[in-house]
């Protein structure tokens, strides 16, 4: 190898300028991979109190960067020279010459120096999207791209043309097409890996709503081969085998938390088994590779410690699901512009992405729809593959859940319809009706097993619950619509798009309009017969299946807006859609429609709706009939090819050899920009878009030291008391008539982070009560806590303490519920903090003092007892705990066996009075004798702080 002095000929300078640059521009690589991947130790808060914002900050230099910088470029170096050889032997060139091109192929990284500015708070508001993960990628892929180019000559764009689009344009657009569904699902997949319910399959599984039934149900799939619950309610079965006890000897047939009891005995869950039987493989699976695990807030002590196939495997339904609605709607509409914006909408703008990772039946529900869909509308290939996807299509979303029975049936219907008018298409009917035939069957079997009669209803009936309520039906359907607290247009303004679709697509595309509305209405109407509430949670969940066929109808308006729509069209959607978001949050117009029952006052808000349903579809007809007779038709298609035609010269331009430069300068510039922002405005770029992104941080980081920006010298430490009180924070909320919901959260972030572990205070306070604000019930840390109220004139104060014994994926919201309806504003403040503990392992939470008093030394005349309070995740465990000044001199002991309810108070006799400053150290054993690590810190009196004595690293 050449010496790295002879890289650049002096009596050439322009090759030394060459190789000075290169080695320049390595060492900004190096730096910007030092910020990016290594800087983990700032800290950045923002304290808001009465005085105003203070911002505090641990760094005030790149200390921490500089170092990890000095080894990324080390490893650089020796690449960057062995890539240059290896260009330089192939080419017969110049070390110096492949030196310098090979660093340039890593020139994209530069862009990492913006790692820490896109997790910013204004970042994270604007676009609800991490952003880091994305810009990882991207860097990434310029720099393998930029190699492939240096070494091979090849470019991605000619590689990927020569391997999915051989010579024709239509080949080039499926592949054009084929790239671009790719690079959506890979959004998709990047969404869900973000997602608490991607990581909860792995570590802390918490499950809510009906989730544990159907996890219940494929443990006893997995278990016994049969729906039989009998003996899978490990950790309550004594109660629940009470419970069953008590209903045999009376006769009785419902059984607890929406189960029966079977007519040959038996317990069984009214939910349909079709997603529980999905899981079933993965979960066998996954019991094969690990132990159980006793989850800390709910007894589905059967799960294995990490469910990975399980989760991968409903990523790979939720993919499928995925490409099923791609090639729909790519051969509904022909146009990959109208393909992406749908795709989008499907991702950003429908709650669809929320729950396929959740053990619901949605997503395994939208698979079949649509794999029936696409082979009723554009058949598959194989006329055999056509026909197995209609019969698992329709015969499997009956068993998912019995309300997706409507859409099997009109997928049915149309088929036959389609079938029957041709020879060829009744032998099709005939071998699909086979196929259909003994899923039909079981599925009556099934319930007649279980019931005694054949009929999807019968489960509910038993129970003692009415399915459906035909007389309700208006209060519903518009409800379902219109509500202005829980409806589909103000849920998901997407709504509006695809209501005004119906109306395009029967005066444009009517055959096609008409199949879709012909599968989705019935479900609708059955949906607006069910007994519903008015709430958020139940619109979302029982129209989530209709979504994506409301996006067709919302690509039937934008089609027609591309193509032939006026500016009258532009405006009206306009209005309509400021209107909406106004109402939002201004309420200038009610529609409040639970359809439980119709009330009276009801009624008027049921003609309202159904009066502004039809002038919206007549002003659609009198604006469609006024743009054809006055020829005022704007045509997107034809704006966008002038656009394109006068910005190609620009376009050109841009791509010049100056701009390049220029841009290659800014690139350059990109570190002491970072530096210099660094220095100036760091805190306003990096503030914690959230109370739990703070927390992390700050536990990244145990030797933090925080200072005002404006007085360095004022340093707080960590283990100082009023490091913990920087974290506290106080929210204003209000609770409104007609809403029985109230989401409440702690800063702008939109998405799930991770709490700490610890012990947390939430407390409410509620101005002026009404008397029918009794009973509440709040949501947080995947727990549902019902709270107590009683109201008084004034203030009314109700507290809760959380324990989390492990760092947990969260939503920093906190959502609260009101069990009556309020007659008046309620005006209300949440307070929530940490309170100071001691965290061992993921098994033991310490805190100072007890119910009576949070002071842990209790003075007993020349001695001192302390006082602890200690909680425990598993019942029957025994602990010892010692406590310990600085300098190793016992201060005191105490061990003890938690009962169920995991806490006990525990006495430490102290030998000595505490020292008056300093540090105490608390040692825990558990019942091996195995010393626990541990993290946190409090004051034990006003000047001593305990620490762990074995800190987690």
């Given at each position: ?37 290594f ?9 808001i ?66 790692g ?35 070494h ?35 959004l ?27 996890l ?55 939910h ?15 019991f ?12 589905l ?24 609605l ?26 669809f992405?929320e ?17 029936g869909?696409n ?6 290939r ?6 197995l ?5 329709i ?11 409507p ?12 079938a ?8 099709e009917?005939?071998?699909?009706s ?6 039909g ?19 509910y009936?038993l ?7 035909a ?18 247009l103000?849920?998901?303004?997407v ?28 479900y609708?109407?059955?949906?607006s ?34 193509e ?7 405006v ?90 220029v ?70 909320f209000q ?26 205070r ?11 604000l ?38 920093p ?22 309170l ?18 949070a ?24 602990y ?5 000044g ?23 006799p ?18 091996t004798?195995?010393?626990?690590s ?20």
């Amino acid at each position: 190898m050449k010496p790295l002095s002879s890289m650049g000929n002096p009596s050439n300078p322009r090759r030394s300028w060459r190789a000075a640059g290169a080695v320049l521009l390595l060492v900004l690589v190096s730096y910007a991979l030092g910020i990016f991947l290594f800087d983990r130790d700032l800290i950045v808060h923002k304290k808001i109190d009465a005085e105003g914002a203070s911002v505090y900050a641990n760094a005030s230099d790149l200390a921490g960067a500089a170092k990890w910088s000095a080894v990324a470029f080390a490893a650089l170096a020796v690449l960057a020279l062995a890539g240059g050889k290896t260009w330089a032997a192939a080419r017969g060139r110049g070390l110096g010459e492949g030196f310098a091109g090979q660093v340039r192929t890593l020139a994209p990284a530069l862009f990492l120096v913006f790692g820490r500015f896109v997790e910013g708070k204004a970042v994270n508001y604007i676009v609800p999207l991490p952003l880091a993960p994305a810009l990882a990628f991207g860097v990434l892929l310029a720099v393998v791209c930029g190699n492939a180019r240096f070494h091979r000559g090849l470019r991605l764009g000619d590689f990927v043309r020569r391997r999915l689009g051989p010579p024709g344009a239509a080949r080039r657009e499926n592949a054009k097409t084929a790239l671009l569904i790719a690079g959506l699902a890979s959004l998709l997949v990047h969404l869900l890996t973000l997602s608490p319910y991607y990581r909860r399959f792995s570590s802390n599984m918490i499950f809510l709503g009906d989730e544990p039934k159907y996890l219940r149900m494929a443990y006893s799939l997995a278990s016994d081969g049969d729906a039989d619950l009998t003996d899978d309610f490990i950790g309550d079965d004594l109660f629940v085998y009470e419970m069953y006890q008590q209903a045999r000897a009376s006769g009785t047939r419902p059984l607890g938390d929406y189960s029966v009891t079977g007519r040959r005995g038996g317990i069984y869950h009214f939910h349909m088994p079709g997603i529980s039987a999905l899981i079933w493989p993965s979960l066998v699976l996954d019991f094969k590779a690990y132990p159980r695990d006793i989850p800390n807030t709910q007894p589905l002590m059967f799960l294995p410690a990490k469910m990975i196939v399980t989760r991968l495997w409903m990523l790979a339904h939720a993919l499928g699901f995925f490409f099923c609605l791609a090639r729909f709607y790519d051969r509904m509409f022909r146009s990959r512009s109208l393909l992406a914006v749908l795709l989008l909408a499907f991702l950003f703008g429908t709650a669809f992405p929320e729950f396929m990772l959740q053990v619901y039946p949605e997503t395994a529900a939208g698979l079949s729809l649509f794999l029936g869909l696409n082979a009723l509308f554009f058949p598959f290939r194989g006329t055999w593959t056509n026909r197995l996807a209609l019969v698992i299509g329709i015969g499997s979303l009956p068993w998912l859940h019995q309300r997706f029975a409507p859409l099997a049936v009109s997928l049915y219907l149309l088929f036959l319809v389609r079938a029957l008018r041709s020879r060829a298409g009744r032998r099709e009917a005939l071998s699909v009706s086979l196929g259909l035939a003994p899923a039909g069957a079981a599925y009556a079997y099934y319930f007649y097993a279980i019931t005694g009669s054949p009929l999807p209803w019968s489960l509910y009936s038993l129970w003692g619950t009415s399915y459906t309520r035909a007389a309700i039906f208006p209060s519903g359907f518009f409800g379902y619509v219109f509500d202005t607290s829980s409806g589909l247009l103000v849920l998901f303004p997407v709504f509006l798009f695809a209501l005004a679709g119906v109306y395009w697509g029967l005066a444009r595309e009517r055959p096609a309009a008409l199949k879709l509305l012909a599968v989705i209405l019935p479900y609708f109407f059955l949906i607006s017969i069910t007994p519903w509430h008015g709430l958020s949670w139940e619109t979302t969940r029982m129209s989530l299946i209709l979504f994506p066929v409301f996006l067709v109808f919302a690509g039937f308006t934008l089609r027609a807006l591309a193509e032939s729509a006026s500016w009258a069209h532009l405006v009206f959607y306009s209005a309509a859609a400021a209107f909406l978001m106004g109402n939002k949050g201004g309420r200038f117009w009610e529609i409040s429609l639970g359809n439980v029952l119709i009330l009276p006052h009801q009624v008027g808000y049921i003609i309202q709706s159904a009066v502004v349903l039809i002038l919206f579809f007549l002003a659609h007809w009198g604006l469609d009939l006024w743009a054809k007779k006055s020829k005022a038709v704007l045509s997107l298609d034809k704006l966008r090819g002038r656009i394109r035609e006068r910005s190609g010269p620009f376009l050109k331009a841009a791509a010049g050899p100056v701009p390049r430069k220029v841009l290659a300068g800014l690139m350059a510039g990109l570190p002491g920009l970072y530096a210099a922002v660094f220095f100036n405005n760091w805190g306003d770029k990096t503030l914690s878009p959230s109370y739990f992104r703070t927390m992390a941080m700050v536990r990244r980081s145990p030797e933090a030291r925080l200072h005002p920006l404006d007085r360095p010298t004022a340093v707080i430490k960590r283990s100082d008391p009023e490091f913990v009180g920087l974290f506290r924070r106080e929210v204003l909320f209000q609770l409104w008539p007609g809403r029985q919901r109230e989401s409440v959260r702690l800063g702008p972030a939109f998405l799930l982070e991770r709490c700490p572990a610890g012990a947390y205070r939430l407390d409410l306070e509620f101005d002026d009560a009404p008397p029918e604000l009794t009973h509440l019930s709040l949501d947080f840390m995947g727990e549902t806590r019902p709270i107590e109220v009683s109201p008084r004139t004034g203030t009314t104060f109700v507290s809760a303490t959380y324990l989390a014994f492990e760092d947990i994926f969260i939503s920093p919201e906190f959502v609260l519920r009101h069990a009556a309806p309020l007659s008046r504003p309620v005006r209300a403040k949440l307070r929530f903090s940490p309170l100071p503990c001691l965290v061992f392992g993921r098994e033991l939470i310490v805190l100072p003092g007890d119910d009576m008093s949070a002071e842990a030394v209790r003075a007993r005349g020349s001695r001192a007892d302390i006082v602890l309070t200690a909680y425990a995740r598993k019942a029957l465990s025994s602990y010892a705990l010692r406590l310990a000044g600085a300098d190793g001199v016992e201060m005191g002991s105490a061990a003890a066996v938690f009962p169920a309810g995991g806490k006990r108070r525990l006495l430490i006799p102290g030998d000595a009075l505490p020292p008056a400053d300093g540090s105490a150290v608390l040692s825990v054993f558990d019942g091996t004798g195995r010393s626990l690590s541990g993290r946190g810190a409090w004051r034990f009196s006003s000047s001593l702080a305990v620490l762990p004595a074995r800190p987690i690293s």
